[in-house]
């Protein structure tokens, strides 16, 4: 009963609205019982994996997977791993088996799962063991000032940014509307808008927590978030753009709508853009401050 | 007229004062318009004076016609092919069509660029259109201080919706275009804004209505204008056009079943209030007209349904007042009003005596005007189409395109036909309420300064709400707050053009 009471008590009546959709995005990114199988403490003797070492060993039974890391929990924490081993043993018993056996494996891999995730939160929070680990470790580089991964992302943020060599704005669409089917779309298409890191001065203040990037140097920097940072790294690792995440997706939407703006309206950029309209193959182009009509076979020719 | 014709047909024969002098008249009378139709016509009212609203389908399918003539596009001296002309006029520039008119032809072209509105978004397809335009041209003279306040506004209204060398690229294009085939002589230049302030201008500054939010809020939409491609500022414009003018119309109707709530009072008991009493408790925007998540037809045929109630009443009295020798020869201001209830209490005697309760009970109970005041037939029912149609999120007839609307205020609950329309707003709306809501303050604003915004608007958010609700939903998934768990559960604000707040220190 105690367990069935720790389970199901509502914990969450003293955290404000707000704090409680960052508590969850923190922990999912956080939490060590989502963390990869493949990571791993590092002990004297020995390295222990989470997925092989844990969650293989816990799978089978309790008692298996105490034994393994027995010497690495606290007294307290073990007392209470040996009480759900027992009930473990009584759960695999014939004589309960036989009386009610779907309960019976259902309360059985609730509590296995119950201990393999206190002992993955246990060792990982010990021993720094999270989620992602690797990518937060590395995103603590770029924001303490490695410019080499930070140019990485950089170059990246900007494939995503801009369409191949251009910048490409639709002329006709607003804000949160899904873009056009393409006969209906009329879009203009400047040179690239470069991506560079900002220098935030440092002197006389503690360095900054988070990373900004100037695009087309104009108008509001981009902050490398690490839903950004890890989303570029994923693109790197072979991930499709189609697959970014929501957050990371508006994140660009906006940026690339606020630099809409600023490139439709200045005259240097606009030099030499190309207005397309949907599949038309004419093209109205922006030379010395007039509108010329090319047509894209005239022009690719 | 006399009472006898006004008794006849009471929504024809209204007395003189209450139909020219009264400033909780609802001039022009709202009927059908979407969003599209309300800037188009404000298009014609600021720039093209000369065209009147019933000429503009002829002008569009002439226009149509014109476009698919090779000659006449030749001899306009286009660079551009006729083919392209035309997928720019029936693709790109298309504004898709509502599921009723999917079997319509006529030409129906976003608002982008002043020519335009040459040719499409006028109210009605065939014979003679309501003006929107001079809705909120008054709107503008309810809401400015002064007449000359008023005056730059318009004045600042009319360069931001016209084509100037720093404009959006694609705008200019298309305005030399449209430019090289305008025909029917139409000039753009600015037109004369009447002087119609509504109220004297010592009683205005001390009330609260919501022309005056939207005064303030219109010149920060015009302010945001160089941040954002042409499409984005126009969409953002008719979003506050859309809040702005369905608020003042329910704030008018409010007004006037006020207005008749105090007449009965002054008819029964010896209550007259005083100028000021009349303008705190009777004009002043306190309440609130919709509800942000709830359902909003009803309520609307409510307000509407009861400002047909109350202008039989009034009118009743007014005419009844002539009868008896007490000449009322305007309602201009509260000091008038306030002189009016005077006056019914004075000769209260005489007028139920006269059976005037008989007449107006016979008037707004009986069968002959039953439908009316139900909102099923004539202006209620205008009224409430105009509200739905303006605040509601088109429907399209082509699936493809159902996401071009994103300037809402109500959406459907859900996707089948008969799902109720709820207080919803779309992003393009949140972003120019952020906007405004931002412009007038100095520093940071958490999000009970957005309410209060909203509250202008006659709109209830519970602020309680917000954070788990849809509006702090969208309001996330825009970028527009921050979190911040250390005030305790508050939430700010993060202005969506921050060149605007810049300019404005300048």
Redesign the interface.
Known sequence: MGLHYFLSAPRDTSV????K??LLGISEALDPALAEPASKIQLSTRELFFGKDIDARFSQSIGEGLSQVRRLLTILEVELLQKLEQTDELLSSSAVRRRRPATARRMQNLIRDFACRFVRRSLGVRYGVTRECDMLAEFENVISGNTQLLHKAVKQVEALINDDDHFV?V????????L??L????T?RTTKQRVRPVDSPTTGRPAPTVRFLSIGGK??PLALTYELFRSVRELENGMLPASLPRPVV??LD?TK??L???V??DEDI?DG?E?R??T?E?I?S?ELGE???LNSREVSA | MSMEAFKENPWKESHPAYEKKTFFHIRPAPEFATAEVVVSSLYRACGFETLAEKDVPAAGREFAKDSQAPRIHERSGT???M??WR??LN????SPKQPNQSSKRFLQM?P?VPDVALYSGSARLAGNSWNPGQLIQRMIGYGSENYQQAQNLWQKLYEALGISG?????AR?LH?EFGLRRRNGAEWKISHLPDEGGLPLQEKSRLNFPARQFVRDLEGVIQAK???????WV?LLEAQLRLGSVAHVLWLCDVNYQVWQAIRRALHADDYPSAEEVGNRLISCTGHYLTYGNPAVPIIRDYASRYLVARIGINAVLWQLQVMGVEIKSLESCEELSGLLRKVGEKRNQLLAAGLEATVTELQEGEKNARAIACKKGIGSNLVEFARHVLGQRQTANE??R??D??YILRKKAEYSSAPWIVSM???SI?ALVHCCLRDAAGPRSIQKLCQHLAAYGIRVDRDNV??GDLGRKLR???LVL???DA????LLVPP???TLKTQSA
């Not at chain 1, 404000?16 to 704090?19: D, F, K, Q, R, Y």
């Not at chain 1, 002329?171 to 899904?178: D, I, Q």
């Not at chain 2, 720093?166 to 694609?170: F, H, K, Q, R």
């Open positions: 404000p609205s707000t704090l959709p960052q704005v002329l006709n669409s607003t804000f949160g509307e899904p056009v089917p006969p209906r779309r009329a203009v108008g509001h508006a994140l906006t709508a606020r809409a703006g600023v439709v309206r606009l853009a207005i309209i949907g038309r004419t109205i922006r509108f010329v009509v | 660079k551009i092919d083919e392209t997928v720019v693709g790109v520039l298309e976003c982008l720093t404009d959006d690229i694609w294009w030399q160089p941040f954002m491609t042409r499409r984005q969409s493809i395109l996401g071009y994103q300037g779309g992003p393009v972003l954070t788990t998934m825009l970028g979190d911040s768990p305790e559960s508050g939430m053009f921050d060149g």
